[in-house]
């Protein structure tokens, strides 16, 4: 069992559709969370982080995260063409050590 | 713009060669991450150095090796090049201090897209 699962995709959703992004995790000890979205050929961008359980709301974005499902979730509202794009997750115990990434979902919006 | 700046952008080499990738972070962050990405692949960690030391290390192979200068700046160096080791290379930066309660995470260089022919 890899120690940060997440669907691939790719995701195709309509324009204004709510999306929603998850990864499951394994390794208990994880304290914080990220998410980064990448566009093609760029350095991954960081767009959520949150510690421990709970929701963060930023904008059109919330990021969900429950410790004891060791489960987060990404939401996205009133999607964009613009946000068509790769969505990492990562986790990490403590100061930045044991640092992981999810695989990526690949998320396609359309006019 | 993330801060982190990575140079060259674009290198293109023969195989059996060797190269050097360069980062430098965030004003204020001590932790320079290395990252592998091949084409359609999840980030792959390489290595972390803290403040001039190593400190952790990944799937990073002994062809490769890094180092983080005084100046906080680091080197990735990548010898005896094979095809197989054409990717883009990330760098990420990070505080990474040990204060109790410091909020930690990643900011991303463009990358250097590596091509071995």
């Known amino acids: 069992q890899k120690e940060v699962e997440q669907d691939p995709g790719p995701l195709s959703v309509p324009e204004g559709a709510i999306v929603s992004l998850n990864c499951t995790y394994s390794?208990?000890?994880?304290?914080?969370f990220m998410w980064y979205r990448q566009y093609s050929r760029k350095g991954p961008e960081l767009l959520m982080y949150?510690?421990?359980?709970g929701n963060k709301e930023d904008g059109r974005f919330t990021a969900q995260v429950d410790k004891s499902s060791k489960y987060i979730s990404l939401f996205i509202r009133d999607s964009q063409p613009s946000d068509s794009a790769t969505y990492l997750c990562?986790?990490?115990?403590?100061?930045?050590?044991?640092?992981?990434f999810g695989p990526g979902t690949r998320l396609s919006v359309l006019p | 713009d993330s801060g982190v700046t990575q140079t060259p952008k674009h290198l293109i080499t023969a195989t059996g060669q060797r190269v050097t990738l360069r980062c430098s972070p965030r004003?204020?962050?001590?932790?320079v991450y290395w990252y592998q990405q091949s084409l359609d692949q999840g980030l792959q960690f390489l290595i972390q150095?803290?403040?001039?030391?190593?400190?952790a290390k990944g799937n990073i192979l002994e062809r490769f090796s890094a180092q983080q200068f005084p100046d906080l700046h680091s080197e990735l160096n990548l010898s005896s090049l094979e095809l197989g080791d054409s990717a883009l290379y990330f760098c990420?930066?990070?505080?990474?201090?040990?204060?109790?309660?410091?909020?930690?995470?990643?900011?991303f260089g463009p990358g250097t897209r590596l091509t071995v022919l």
């Open positions: 990420a930066s990070s505080v990474a201090t040990l204060t109790s309660g410091q909020r930690d995470t990643q900011y």
């Open positions: 390794n208990s000890a994880f304290q914080y």
């Open positions: 949150t510690y421990s359980s």
């Open positions: 990562a986790m990490s115990n403590n100061y930045g050590q044991n640092f992981v």
């Open positions: 004003s204020g962050d001590l932790s």
């Open positions: 150095y803290y403040n001039g030391e190593e400190r």
